[in-house]
Each structure stands twice: as C-alpha cells, then as structure tokens.
DNA sequence: GTCTATACGCCGATAGAC
DNA sequence: GTCTATCGGCGTATAGAC
C-alpha cells in the first residue's frame, strides 16, 4: 500500500529484514538471534541491514512500533463497530485469538517477549496506546453497569491474564486443538467473571 | 537447615552466587547479566563461580530447579490442608500474591522469565510439577461439580492467566497498592469464572 | 577452595569498493 | 543501495598460582 513507487513488484529489502527479524526473535529471542542470523534469513548482506536501520535493537524498535500501531488500529475499529462492552470485549478476544492462528509471530513478539529486556527505554505494554484503549473500554462498561463494580485492574488483568495465558499456551504447542476450538469456554469464564 | 557443618555460620559462597543471580536476573534479565555482575554481586572471584557452577546457564538451572521444588512442595501443603477445591485456589492465590511481596525476585524469574530462551532443554513452565499438580486440582473440582463443567485448559487460563497477571503488574510497578489490597476482588473475579 | 590473569570466540558495527 | 572484509570489544570460560 504505502511502498508504490512505479510497479511495486520489487520486495524491499527493509521489509524483507523486519520479516525475517520477527520469525527469529519469536522462534529463538531477541539476545539468541545474531544480526548474522537476520541477514541469512532475510538474504541480504550485513551492509545492507546497517542502511536500513541503525543497529539490531532499532530492528526490533521498527517491529515493536508497528505491530502496537496496527493493534491499535485494529481496536479502535472494534469500539466504533460495536456499541456495549458485551460485543466489544468478545470481539477483541476473537481478534486475538485469529492473529494467533493467523499470524502467529506478530502475535508471539507482542504477548510473549519481554520488551523492556532489549528496548529499555520503551514504556511496558500495558502502558502502550492499545492497552490504555482496552482499559478505558472496560472502564466505561463498569461507569454504565454493564460490568461489575471491580477495581478496573483487576478487570483487566481477569481479561487480558485469560486471554493471553491462551495465547501463550497455543503458542508453546501446549493446546490439543486450534485456539478457536476454545473460544466460547473461554469468553464464558472471563464473561462470567466480568458481568454483574 | 541444610548447611549444618558445625557452627552454620559461614556464608556458603554457592548460596551468595546464587542470591546474587536471582536478583540480577530478575532486575535486569538473563541475558543482560554478565558472570562479571553475578561475580561482583556476589563478591567472589571468577574462580568461585566456575568452581561451583559448570557456567552461567547451570547457574539460572539450580535456581529454576529450586524454586520449582520449593513451590511444588508449598502446592502438596496446601492440597494436604484444604478439603475442597475453593480452599485450594483461594490458599494458591494468598500463597502467590505473599510470595510475590515477599520473595519478589523468586516470583519474577518464575512468573516473567522465558526459561526456555537461556534454559533449552526444560519444559515449558505448564508442564513442572507444582503446575501439573495445580491442573490436577481443578480437574478434581470439575470432576466433583463444586467447579463448573468446562475445559480444564481453560479453567487454568483462567486462573494463572487471571493470576500472574496480576503479579506481573505488581512487579512492573504498575498497581497503586500492594497485592493483597487486590487479594478480594481478584478472587471475586477468579471463583465467578470458575464456579458453577 | 579461592584467587588473578588471560585466552579466545562471537557478534555488533564500520570501512570502503562497486 | 548493496556488497565483502574486517575490526574492536565484550563476555564466557580456562589456566594455574596460592
């Protein structure tokens, strides 16, 4: 969308280095992937990475950056399309669960990592714009009564603790089924916890 | 209780080497650590280290193996001294968010740590003992009706997630209170999701 | 058992040709 | 913009005296 240029054919090799960053630094970690390692699976040369990006840590940086923006995105499309707290929460957890599946990396990089290990001066995820979203979204579900009356916290963590321990299961091979397999049982449990 | 000798009273270097891991493990994370930290830590020579330790990732293995021992046995206490299987979660929930104000350098090197990044032969977290033995639990309140009727994947999700979460804000620093200001309300949220 | 001194490999990053 | 060649330094681990 966005590399036009005159034919869009050609890959760019910038995306082609992000793409191969995330597969490694999901699969092995950030600190057991060489900036060697990067260059072999994106198939450029160790020159060509340094024009892109200043170091390894700006790799992972570039990567964090979109995947939160497009999370973001993604979240602030489900509050206008939905209308009470009941459609949206389901509708993230539906979300959530599909980009496992569907895009198990971008997925394994953002529940998974430790950001704050390799970008230290990066705020924690929970403080990060997708995050602060899903908060206030709970927060106007319990002002209007449609959650229970509970410290917002711990609304959230009931939410996103369930959600992402899920995750991290179907990401470490531990679930016998395909995440969608689970979904009702689990939005069942974190509705029941969450409704009046 | 187990370095008797005679008079117990020498720091035993190996405990040093290990409390000093521990702490700057959790502070800064495994791989942000040098054996040169954990040496001057510590305060022993190098020597010290490799004498005790085969290297450094020997080092993050005993302390894994310890505090997983030591939380299995903590989870058969309480199993012993509860009768139904709302006693068990509630004691496991005080038992963590404690652990968690009290040992905070245990609880995060459990509950934050990728031990398969820097430990690569050891099974994910969900497959030792003491979280064996917690799904064993909950299979057991299913089975017996005083939990509801639904997947025991999820029914621990729901827990842990719920769980560590929690734990994880609090070492983040992101919760106004201490733990157990939350300790109600958690378990609110946790026994709602759980119970029929 | 504990220390100091040091070997040495790996990896992030740069230089400079094309 | 892309490449190859290479450097400097850090960090693990060892050698060997005491």
Excluded at 56 to 63: G, H, N, T, V
Excluded at 98 to 117: K, N, R, Y
Excluded at 129 to 135: A, D, E, I, M, N
């Amino acid at each position: 969308m966005a590399q036009s240029k005159k034919k869009a054919e050609k890959k760019e090799p910038k995306d082609e280095i992000l793409k191969a960053a995330l597969k490694l630094f999901t699969q092995k970690g950030y600190f057991n992937t060489s900036v060697a390692d990067i260059r072999r699976e994106a198939d450029v040369s160790t020159g060509t990475i340094y024009h892109y990006f200043k170091n390894k840590e700006a790799i992972a940086d570039a990567l964090y950056q979109d995947i939160i923006a497009s999370l973001n995105d993604s979240l602030k499309e489900i509050k206008n399309r939905t209308k009470n707290s009941f459609e949206r929460l389901r509708a993230i957890v539906e979300l959530f669960f599909a980009l496992t599946e569907d895009a198990s990396e971008v997925m394994g990089f953002i529940v998974l990592a430790h950001h704050q290990e390799f970008l230290p001066s990066e705020k924690p995820l929970s403080m990060s714009p997708p995050f602060l979203l899903l908060t206030e979204i709970m927060q106007e579900g319990i002002r209007s009564g449609e959650l229970r009356r509970m410290d917002p916290v711990v609304a959230n963590a009931c939410f996103y603790g369930t959600l992402s321990r899920m995750i991290q299961l179907r990401l470490e091979d531990a679930l016998e089924k395909p995440l969608d397999w689970y979904l009702l049982d689990t939005w069942t449990a974190i509705w029941k916890a969450l409704s009046p």
